[in-house]
């Protein structure tokens, strides 16, 4: 009698897990948890559904940046050294929007009290909670002396801030959304000087005539800073 002996391995097992935390445009860490039999595995076939696939050689974790926010479908399938397939494993992802950042600066002068910023930050997914962290002094070379603010204001959505001193200010604001997505948006605005002059000279003022338009040419100014509103009052009521 002939007698030989062979080896039979089962199956390879795919299977991986992703970070907590996946958003639009920022990378997900993905981490291979497979297993093999009696022997290695030497390929890993990765497909995320949105038609970016990869055939790795290794197991070492990676992050996938997924470019739009929704529901996707990700697959992975392992090889093992004896050229055994793994059934393949499918796990859903619902990749989280970015927050939409946005807020309206305030205009101030110098001693006109406190700046008031607006947030109107929005949000694309379903309702979440927005989380604020704002930076008054964004600038490379900050203007000193510094704004006057307290650590709440830091954390408002509508903070207010005293300004000591008038020039080009950077405010910074990054909001979390309460899936952990995070988005800023940068501003740039003046502090304007405490005392505007209104300045403006009337065109054509020697043939003015009932039926034709009167037409001003404004000069205005401050300094420092830029005039944020006129206001014409033309003495007719």
């Known amino acids: 009698n002939i007698q030989d002996?062979?080896?039979?391995?089962?199956?390879?097992?795919?299977?991986?897990?992703?970070?907590?935390?996946?958003?639009?445009?920022?990378?997900?860490?993905?981490?291979?948890?497979s297993s093999a039999d009696l022997d290695k595995l030497v390929t890993w076939n990765w497909d995320f559904g949105n038609g970016v696939r990869y055939s790795l050689h290794n197991n070492n974790p990676f992050n996938q940046i997924f470019p739009n926010w929704g529901l996707d479908t990700v697959k992975l399938s392992v090889v093992s050294s004896l050229?055994?397939?793994?059934?393949?494993?499918?796990?859903?992802i619902h990749i989280n929007p970015l927050p939409i950042v946005g807020f309206i600066l305030p205009n101030v002068c110098l001693d006109g009290g406190m700046a008031v910023f607006r947030d109107t930050s929005s949000y694309k997914g379903?309702?979440?909670?927005?989380?604020?962290?704002?930076?008054?002094?964004?600038?490379?070379?900050?203007?000193?002396?510094?704004?006057s603010y307290t650590n709440t204001q830091l954390a408002s959505p509508n903070p207010s801030v005293l300004y000591n001193k008038e020039g080009a200010y950077i405010v910074k604001l990054k909001v979390t959304t309460s899936d952990g997505c995070i988005d800023s948006l940068s501003k740039s605005f003046t502090i304007n000087g405490s005392y505007p002059n209104a300045v403006f000279k009337v065109l054509k003022d020697t043939a003015l005539c009932s039926n034709q338009d009167v037409v001003i040419q404004d000069s205005s100014w401050v300094y420092p800073g830029k005039v944020g509103l006129m206001r014409v009052i033309w003495g007719d009521g």
């Open 5 to 33: 002996t062979i080896r039979v391995t089962r199956l390879p097992i795919a299977n991986f897990n992703f970070s907590q935390v996946h958003c639009e445009k920022n990378g997900t860490l993905f981490t291979d948890a």
């Open 126 to 147: 379903s309702p979440t909670i927005f989380t604020y962290n704002w930076n008054f002094i964004a600038a490379s070379s900050p203007v000193t002396p510094l704004p």
């Open 83 to 92: 050229g055994c397939i793994s059934d393949t494993s499918i796990k859903l």
